[in-house]
């Protein structure tokens, strides 16, 4: 199927929040969801971006029936290792369930390696749910290391009241 | 950045073949136009100052991320202090330090990465209200570097 992986604009937010809540679903958690359009708007597209994007559209013929063309994203920040350096993590990878299995996956995944590479990063990384046997299939078919099986670094996490209380001396 | 201080982080994470990083990297990548990471280091005065002569005698290395679930957050990547210096406080006030940054800058989380078998830092962690995300919800962390990470790239569509 032919498609096109563009840099994303302020003007696709809408299309990517739609696609962040369809992802939201695929991982059972809509619930979890609290970001808007505006909140990636202003993330997003201001002078020091939290994030970048890549999507993926599709030409008019292709459209979902309820005629979407912009089918697939990728959202990825730039992190740091102190052994290894630059490198680049990607947040998000999501095509919607109608165009898997013609390679826009892979094509996004590899634009963002393309990015990362490009700006002089070491390591793409990103996390998976380890009963997502699906997503994890495909990432060990392109060849990736699961580090948390591997050398066993869990992913630990501090918000909410925990976090505001770290925060006092 | 003190160089002796991130080279002792690699030795006690069982891995000195792995830091790669000078500290010209660390001086081109964290105090450029956009830093790929902010640092907070903890100094002790003179007469306090470690047998090898250094008055840096902690850090904390952190960088911003993003939740397309929760928006803006942090990411702790390296917590150290010198093991003649640990006892005191130093780490706490390291985190509570990256804790008010993260507030300032409006973010929610605050994450970072433990390894499984160091429970001193997981018990740290857990004092501090930290959930292990891996073993509650089954994240895994995934990485492409060397030639996976080239070879991903060869399969990139042409612009």
Redesign the interface.
């Known amino acids: 199927m032919e498609f096109?992986?563009r840099a994303a604009n302020v003007d696709d937010c809408k299309d990517?929040e739609r696609m962040?809540m369809e992802?939201?679903e695929c991982e059972k958690?809509i619930d979890?969801?609290?970001?808007t359009k505006r909140?990636?708007e202003q993330?997003?597209f201001s002078k020091?971006p939290?994030?970048h994007g890549i999507i993926v559209e599709v030409p008019e013929r292709h459209k979902t029936k309820e005629g979407h063309t912009k089918v697939g994203y990728a959202?990825y920040?730039?992190?740091?290792?102190?052994?290894?350096?630059?490198a680049v993590?990607m947040?998000?990878l999501y095509v919607m369930p109608e165009f898997r299995g013609k390679g826009i996956g892979?094509?996004l995944?590899?634009?963002v390696?393309?990015l990362?590479?490009a700006a002089g990063c070491?390591?793409?990384?990103?996390?998976?749910?380890?009963?997502n046997k699906p997503s994890l299939d495909f990432?060990f078919s392109?060849?990736?290391?699961?580090?948390?099986?591997e050398?066993?670094?869990?992913?630990?996490?501090?918000?909410g009241?925990?976090?505001?209380?770290?925060?006092?001396? | 950045m003190n160089y002796k201080i991130?080279a002792e982080?690699?030795v006690f994470e069982k891995?000195p073949d792995?830091?790669?990083?000078s500290h010209e990297?660390?001086e081109r990548?964290g105090f450029c136009q956009?830093p790929?990471?902010e640092c907070l280091v903890a100094e002790v005065s003179d007469e306090h100052r470690s047998k090898d002569g250094h008055t840096v005698v902690g850090y904390g290395?952190y960088?911003?991320?993003?939740?397309?679930?929760?928006?803006?957050s942090v990411?702790l990547?390296?917590l150290y202090v010198m093991p003649e210096f640990r006892g005191n406080g130093i780490g706490k006030?390291l985190?509570?330090k990256v804790?008010?940054v993260?507030?300032e800058k409006q973010c929610?989380?605050?994450?970072?990465?433990?390894?499984?078998?160091n429970s001193p830092a997981?018990d740290f962690?857990a004092a501090?209200?930290?959930?292990?995300?891996?073993?509650s919800?089954?994240?895994?962390?995934?990485?492409?570097?060397g030639?996976?990470?080239d070879?991903?790239?060869?399969?990139?569509?042409k612009d």
């Open positions: 096109t992986i990517i962040i992802l939201a958690a979890e969801v609290k970001i909140d990636l993330d997003g020091n939290f994030f959202l920040f730039f992190s740091y290792s102190s052994f290894k350096g630059r993590f947040e998000d892979k094509a995944m590899s634009k390696a393309q990362g590479l070491q390591q793409l990384n990103f996390t998976v749910l380890d009963w990432y392109q060849g990736c290391t699961d580090i948390t099986a050398k066993g670094y869990h992913y630990m996490c501090c918000k009241e925990a976090l505001e209380h770290l925060a006092q001396p | 991130r982080l690699a891995m792995q830091a790669k990083i990297e660390l990548d956009n790929f990471f290395l960088y911003y991320t993003y939740s397309t679930w929760k928006g803006r990411y990547e390296d006030g985190m509570c804790a008010k993260t507030a929610v989380r605050l994450q970072l990465a433990v390894l499984d078998w997981r962690y501090k209200g930290a959930q292990d995300l891996t073993d919800e089954g994240w895994h962390f995934i990485r492409f570097d030639l996976s990470l070879n991903l790239v060869k399969d990139a569509p």
